[in-house]
């Protein structure tokens, strides 16, 4: 957080606000939906002081402590911080006093899908962990409704299988102790898409578990539900994940 005034590239701000990434934030400095000292920009790499008045959608919005809490999600809470439909959310998680710090969800996972979350208000981890020029590995243990045939995972090894988005690349995969069990490691992050990618192959998801996001793991957690993390802790897991991830896949 900025003690003094200092000079700060408008998406910088926002995303040190807990707003967005820097580069979703130019796109909301694109729309209209930010102000400077009354004044609506849409001039990206527009330069202003920390101190000067900032608002977001009509709302005052100033640069806060950033907070980083991992979550082992439970199945049925929804990855959001609200829903139209009253369902609970990965926010009813956390004690009411954190909520002030605009935390949002990092990583998201169905309501179905249990494991490793991260809530931060920091814009520039949210962005490292999830877009793909970072290669940040998430790892999901698999529940199929039968056994894989070993043609199967010979498929999705050798990037035989497309989605709409692409060639499906992954880092690996194997079967687990259970005879319907696999373990799969992967940078992509689109929407759904280990179960997309059974999908294709004919199975169907039963249970979808995220064990390793990052580095994160549930050994962070030492058995709580959620544990709050250090920025220096943070970006120690990414950078040891970086450097296990270059040694062995590269």
Known sequence: MFTKQKKIRLNHFLSCAGISSRRKSDLLIQSGSVEVNGKIITKLGTIINTKDIVKFNGETIKIEKKIYLLIDKPKGFITTTKDQFHRKTVMNLIPHDLIKYRLFPVGRLDRLTTGLLLLTNDGQISEKL?????????????????????????????????????????????????????????????????????????????????????????????????????????????????????????
């Open 130 to 250: 999830t877009h793909p020029k970072h290669r940040i590995q998430k790892i999901y243990r698999v529940l199929l409704n039968q056994e894989i045939e070993s043609k199967d995972i010979y498929k999705i090894k050798k990037e035989k299988i497309f989605l709409k988005e692409g060639r499906i690349k992954i880092n690996f995969i194997y079967k687990g102790y259970l005879k319907n069990e696999i373990k799969i490691g992967l940078y992509l992050g689109w929407n759904k898409i280990i179960k997309r990618i059974f999908k294709k192959l004919n199975y169907d998801v039963i249970q979808l578990d995220r064990i390793n996001f990052g580095g994160l793991t549930r050994k962070h957690l030492k058995k709580k539900i959620f544990i709050r993390l250090s920025n220096h802790e943070v970006i120690n897991i990414l950078n040891q994940n970086f450097v296990h991830e270059k040694n062995n896949y590269h």
